[in-house]
């Protein structure tokens, strides 16, 4: 038996079917070794050594790894074709004493029988140079987080956190806020002269300079004067150019690209395109098929394309459009410098596949994600769009003024893909519009004039959407980093919601403020595109990645010194209030805590004396503690519920002499049946399901919680929902039993037959 070990739980069934009998696959569900969470971890007087550990939340994974691969003929490692992917393999073949270099290494970068297969015949080494790429980044960030985050704790708020790519992110938020706070509108003019051809066609020419210099109208005044030396006028025509442009077509889907045009055109957030986008690559569950995988690697920069998928695109397009949209020679489109070419751009496996063909099979948001990446790839070997374009001139008593127009010739690859919004924008100012057969020297007749008074706006905030452009264009962080970086800003409340723009909250500028005061350096833009090019520059080889971070360390340093150093803060002073601690006599302030606002002593950590407040700052009694049934077995009182990091549990009242406690979780285990018909698997993570008894209620799990959290509140049922594709679960109300969809933005209802 041969063991093939990859990282996502939710591709298991699909890579195994592609490998057939003799292999078996094993998903570690992502990292099994990692920095240890409550300490630094990394030892900077011996050159940066980091210390791995299995982590706490994988010793089982780990040990029924460390099973399969004793029993194992060969051992495979297939984890994810990036930096990520290289490094969990280096983890995994450490914990399982692999020579370093065995050749135990495939990858492939779409779930398809022949990447599957070919990546069998061609294994290799770990590549070291990636993994140190890797090491690199991870011990960066672990002393730029551990290093930082205690200082602004100390000098703004408890529980905060800093990160290498996270803060420089959270600057271009607050900076972006600030030039709104701080822009000035400024107002100018649109001039239009509305004119007429001999023929009576209408021409609306537009103000664009005076005697050959550009004109700015600022005010209402400028614009009468223009009226005025207008007056009686004669309009002619001083040239007519007339070109046939051309529109390439846009390159396939990076993932920054997909994550923008999810948003721009579909409304998907990032957390939803993360998730439809993984599941496609992954694979879908596909009628007398199983599972099927549906487009290429998910997070890539490149926008390389297989020959063969180009030379399958062409023959697609000749067969199904005709072959004009067949361009001469194939399309290619170039990356950045720093892009990761052994990836392809993200595209779909099979073209056979359509989107209409497999929409029976998706949710809403993997259809529609489905067919925006397959229609942009088809597009991006498309032949141009053209267009018949004119500009046409004209002058009158001194002022020029200019029209054009443009209008469609060959639609091109804008049959398949839509224009953009910039196109859009192009047909409502009249650049797309027909425009009236003039020839120089034409004499136009005066109409009437048309002025708007506008303003200067100031820039946008961000979108989601947006964000991730700017992080790709400054360089900041990496495809895979893109949406858990923002996502961890709203996680933390640094940032918030206005619609879909992305606006600072106060914190959020504060931690700014204090970053750039201490850590000029790493908070710059500049700084940290560089870093990221010379992680990079540790994948090429020649460079050591210990010398990459004692380069920043060095200065990073003595930054942190200076920082620990000054008595500088943005702490707001604790309000006193008339409120007498019964304990000591002092008058209490209030405080903010995870839960809100309190009352506590100011002599802490002598006097620990607290107190709840509502609202209105009154102090309420506490809640008595909910008593449950369940009995301690060390000292036989009944327990209580409290709450903790992670929930409710129960708890011993007699603590701290008994310091016994006791998860909610007291029901069945996993396969215990409860009724002739089986839970489903996990519509995450295709793990059992089972069902979870409280003292209070019941509700049905994943059994690989923590790690995956689906829960819902009712029995499921192996049946997608016909309107989302959720899956569907049955429930009891005062009518009997009925059919619900889980999804809490589905109202999918129906009786039980």
């Given at each position: ?17 592609y ?19 409550k ?18 939340d ?5 040990a ?15 984890t ?26 495939i ?9 599957v ?13 990636l ?36 803060s ?21 003019w ?13 021409v ?17 005044d ?22 046939v ?14 994550q ?11 957390k ?36 063969g ?22 399309n ?17 496996i ?21 067919d ?61 519009t027909?425009?009236p ?20 706006k ?20 990496r ?57 990079d520059?540790?994948?090429d ?31 707001t ?21 995870r ?6 002593c ?20 506490p ?8 009995i301690?077995?060390?000292?036989g009182?009944?327990?209580?519920v ?43 993570c ?6 979870v008894?409280?003292?209070?209620s ?38 009997g ?17």
């Open positions: 038996m041969n063991l093939v070990i990859i990282e996502g739980i939710g591709k298991l069934e699909t890579v195994q079917k490998l057939g009998k003799g292999y078996k696959v094993f998903a570690t569900g992502g990292h099994v070794r990692d920095l240890p969470q300490r630094l971890a990394v030892d900077v007087s011996r050159d940066f050594e980091p210390t791995y550990v299995v982590m706490d994988k010793k089982d994974t780990v029924a790894l460390k099973k399969a691969a004793s029993s194992a003929d060969t051992v495979l490692l297939a994810d074709p990036d930096r990520e992917g290289e490094a969990i393999s280096w983890h995994v073949a450490t914990l399982l004493n692999i020579p370093e270099n065995a050749p135990v290494r990858e492939f970068n779409e779930i398809s029988k022949t990447a297969q070919n990546a069998l015949n061609h294994p290799r080494a770990i590549d070291k140079n993994v140190d790429a890797q090491q690199a980044r991870r011990v960066l960030d672990r002393l730029v987080g551990y290093k930082v985050s205690p200082v602004l704790c100390k000098k703004i708020q408890s529980n905060l956190s800093a990160g290498r790519v996270q420089v992110t959270l600057r271009l938020v607050v900076d972006r806020e600030r030039e709104i706070t701080a822009f000035v509108a400024e107002e100018y649109n001039f239009f002269s509305v004119l007429k051809t001999s023929d009576g066609e209408s609306k020419a537009s103000l664009v300079g005076h005697k050959g210099e550009k004109i700015k109208l600022g005010c209402e400028d614009v009468n004067k223009v009226k005025a030396e207008l007056d009686g006028a004669k309009y002619v025509v001083t040239n007519v150019k007339k070109s442009t051309h529109a390439h077509p846009y390159a396939p889907f990076i993932t920054s690209t997909m923008q045009d999810a948003l721009n055109k579909l409304g998907m957030s990032l939803q395109t993360s998730s439809a986008a993984q599941a496609l690559y992954e694979g879908v569950e596909i009628a007398d098929e199983g599972k099927i995988a549906l487009i290429t690697y998910i997070r890539t920069d490149s926008t390389r394309v297989s020959s998928a180009i030379a399958a695109a062409r023959e697609y397009i000749e067969s199904n459009y005709g072959k004009e949209y067949v361009p001469e020679k194939p290619y489109y170039a990356s950045k410098k720093s892009a990761q070419d052994a990836h392809e751009a993200i595209r779909p099979s073209l056979d596949r359509t989107p209409q063909s497999v929409k029976a099979y998706l949710n809403k948001f993997q259809y529609q994600l489905y925006l990446i397959y229609k942009r790839f088809l597009a991006s070997q498309m032949s141009d769009a053209t267009y018949d374009s004119i500009a046409v001139d004209i002058e009158a008593n001194g002022y020029d003024f200019r029209v054009t127009g443009r209008t469609p010739r060959f639609d091109g690859f804008t049959k398949v893909y839509s224009s953009t919004d910039k196109d859009k924008d192009k047909d409502k100012n009249g650049d797309n027909r425009v057969a003039l020839n120089e020297g034409d004499a136009l007749g005066f109409v009437k004039f048309d002025c708007e008074q506008k303003f200067t100031p820039p946008a905030r961000y979108t989601e959407a947006s964000l991730v452009k700017a992080m790709e264009e400054k360089g900041i962080g495809p895979a980093t893109y949406s858990p970086t923002v996502t961890i800003l709203f996680s933390r409340k640094y940032v918030e919601r206005d619609g879909r723009a992305i606006k600072p909250t106060e914190l959020g500028m504060k931690v700014t403020d204090m970053l750039i005061k201490y850590f000029n350096d790493f908070m710059d833009v500049g700084f940290t595109a560089t870093m990221e090019d010379k992680l520059g540790i994948e080889g020649g460079v050591r990645w210990q010398s990459i971070v004692k380069e920043f360390y060095t200065p990073f340093s003595e930054e942190l010194d200076a920082a620990r150093a000054d008595e500088y803060t943005l702490k002073p604790d309000e006193v209030t008339d409120h007498v601690c019964e304990k000591c006599g002092s008058k209490m302030v209030i405080k903010t805590g839960f809100g606002k309190f009352l506590a100011p002599n802490y950590p002598k006097c620990k004396n607290t107190k709840n407040i509502d609202e209105d700052g009154n102090i309420t009694e809640a008595l503690p909910e008593e449950s049934d369940v301690c077995d060390k000292c009182a009944k327990m209580i409290r709450t903790g990091r992670r929930g409710k549990f129960l708890a011993c009242p007699n603590y701290p002499k008994c310091k016994n406690t006791k998860s909610l979780e007291q029901g069945n285990e996993v396969g215990e049946p409860e009724s002739d018909k089986p839970l489903p698997p996990c519509p995450k295709g793990k059992p399901l089972k069902s008894k409280t003292f209070r019941t509700f049905y799990g994943c059994t690989g919680y923590p790690e995956c959290d689906f829960a819902v509140s009712g029995k499921p049922i192996d049946e997608k929902c016909p309107t989302c594709g959720s899956l569907l679960m049955e429930k009891t109300g005062k009518n039993t009925y059919i619900k969809c889980s999804s809490k933005t589905c109202g999918y209802k129906r009786n039980e037959k």
